[in-house]
């Protein structure tokens, strides 16, 4: 069975907002389309939105957000386990681990909007390929693990990724303060170092569970998600490399060629 259905998760997460599947892929059409094609000749004649007070307003929220979240599947790990421990759920822990992920499905789909604001504020380099397909990619394996499978086995990523989030958060609230806050920004790579980390202990938590859980991950959550974790590993790799190692040894050759 390529799906291990926790018996009786339909009754009730069916009939939850956004969990039609019509309505992700609007959304993910919506977004495609606007920050591809009308957001761009929208703001082409235009000048950039100033989003100063609005931008750290939200960051804020999603600092807070990501925090609580983090805090939530935290407290589920301590008292359920790092792995699950049975396929069976009693409706009662059923219902709060569905909660849970529903309210990070949300906030993966509200992360959309920091492309739009991207498109907005037309700082088009910021929006890549890595940036794009990791968010729509987020919406979609969230939407998939909370129809198919709301159990144990997604507990340990999200908690990973919304802690993450909490501090990649920050930095852009700082960031948006303006470049007086520049000098305290001194962390930025290593942003991406905490995205590689997490990432590798996603993709061993998952091998671990697969082959020790008596409730291990279903194959195609498995390869989907290994595959798409080994991709983000390898596209952020290259993200890293370009932005600080390169532009380091860029920076030292030139500086030797002045001297």
Request: overall charge positive; glycine content about 2%.
């Amino acid at each position: 069975m390529f799906f291990h259905l926790p018996k009786g998760h339909l009754n009730f997460v069916e009939r939850w907002p956004l969990m039609n599947p019509n309505d992700v892929i609007f959304l993910i059409c919506t977004y495609l389309i606007f920050i591809l094609k009308i957001g761009p000749a929208l703001m082409e004649r235009r000048e950039r939105f100033q989003m100063k007070g609005f931008l750290i307003f939200y960051n804020s929220v999603k600092i807070i957000n990501s925090t609580l979240l983090a805090y939530k599947f935290l407290a589920y790990i301590i008292d359920k386990g790092l792995f699950p421990r049975k396929c069976d759920y009693d409706d009662r822990t059923l219902y709060v681990i569905a909660v849970f992920y529903w309210k990070y499905m949300a906030t993966k789909i509200l992360d959309l909007f920091d492309t739009v604001f991207f498109v907005l504020r037309k700082k088009p380099s910021q929006i890549t390929f890595l940036h794009v397909y990791h968010h729509i990619f987020m919406v979609i394996i969230s939407w998939l693990s909370l129809k198919y499978d709301p159990s144990d086995h997604w507990a340990f990523m999200a908690l990973g990724n919304c802690t993450v989030h909490a501090i990649m958060y920050t930095y852009y609230a700082m960031s948006a303060m303006g470049p007086a806050y520049a000098k305290y920004l001194w962390w930025k790579k290593y942003l991406t170092l905490m995205q590689l980390l997490q990432f590798l202990m996603i993709i061993l938590h998952i091998a671990i569970q697969t082959y020790t859980s008596p409730c291990p991950v279903s194959k195609v959550f498995y390869w989907v998600g290994v595959t798409n974790l080994v991709l983000f590993m390898w596209l952020f790799t290259n993200f890293y490399q370009k932005n600080y190692v390169l532009k380091r040894v860029s920076t030292v050759c030139t500086r030797q060629t002045i001297d």
